[in-house]
């Protein structure tokens, strides 16, 4: 069986996938890839792939996504297969890519916490009991990144590429997760993924939004399992 690689999105480590590494790693080798401190999308790439096994299986959310993608598009012979989360195929829309600079302003004045309320807000995760918690992890992991950090990851998503080409000549089982609640990158933008994709299966969890491996760990973990053994 491959190896599964995780790669964290946005101001994330491997806490968003905390559910899914103890689960599958009963019955295969895992590991968490680090997006490190560059700031753009292929940057981070080069960076994984120097740790990447021969072959393996990729997961990604958000912006692990992204870069999920460009490994894919970089080194296809290395993926067998492939899941994303919460991610989008297209590059930043100039309206979106503008508000990140006011973000990383607000950052580098003092106010990481405010800027990432901004970044991924609470409209963007399901609503119910798991939201606080939920909020806290995302607050936690981003105060361990840095202010830094937020500034790198933000600049690669304002300057992520366009990856749809990439997705058409994908020929390897694909998994496209999203959560219903997600405002951050709707099921629209997945729809249009899944439909790129040769080989893709799309799951939508009514009860998430952009973080749906700690609003709905054990869909998730169910999803990976499913996906792993077609």
Sequence with gaps: MEPVVFIPGFMSDARVFRNQLETLSFHRSV??????????VREMATHVLNSLPERCALVGHSLGGMVAMELARRAPERVARLALIATDALSELPNVAATRDMMIARARAGRLDHAMAE??????????????AVIDTILDMAARAGVDRFQAQSRALQRRPDQQGTLRRLMVPTLVICGAHDRLFPPRRHEIMAGLLPQARMVLLEEAGHIPMLEQPEQMAECLNQWLAT
Excluded: E, I, K, M
């Design 119 to 132: 970044a991924v807000p609470s409209a963007a995760l399901a609503p119910g009991a798991r939201r606080a």
């Design 31 to 40: 590991q968490v890839a680090s997006l490190d401190g560059v700031d753009s």
